[in-house]
Nanobody
Framework: VQLQASGGGLVQPGGALRLSCAASGSIFRINVMGWYRQAPGKQRELVARLVASLSRDDMTNYADSVKGRFTISRDNAKNTWYLQMNSLKPEDTGVYYC???????????????WGQGTLVTVSS
């Protein structure tokens, strides 16, 4: 299983970016999809998380610092999820990592996989 994150870049304060994370390989079901970030000199922190549901609306939660500005969503058919980031601030700068808790087969336990980071720089 591989997770490929993309979409980072340099953006001015107030701007927007959309990150993507595409999962590939032997995947039976992705249960939880997430985005974390690590700012320079700081620990990695959860930004947004989506718990996939087959029968109800997906559950999402966000770090307080990004609520109302960031939105996590998914395209189940493509095994891809996104982080739409609006009204970006300099403090959003960091390396963004995607992760997924998934099963590779109906009988396999759930494991967590990580993608490589994509750098987001918010600066004028």
């Amino acid at each position: 299983v591989q997770l490929q994150a993309s979409g980072g870049g340099l953006v001015q304060p107030g701007g927007a970016l959309r990150l993507s994370c595409a999962a590939s390989g032997s995947i039976f079901r992705i249960n939880v999809m997430g985005w974390y970030r690590q700012a320079p000199g700081k620990q990695r922190e959860l930004v947004a998380r989506l718990v996939a549901s087959l029968s109800r609306d997906d559950m999402t939660n966000y770090a307080d610092s990004v609520k109302g500005r960031f939105t996590i969503s998914r395209d189940n058919a493509k095994n891809t999820w996104y982080l739409q980031m609006n009204s970006l601030k300099p403090e959003d700068t960091g390396v963004y990592y995607c992760n997924a808790d998934l099963n590779t087969s109906p009988d396999s336990p759930q494991f967590r996989y990580w993608g490589q980071g994509t750098l987001v720089t918010v600066s004028s």
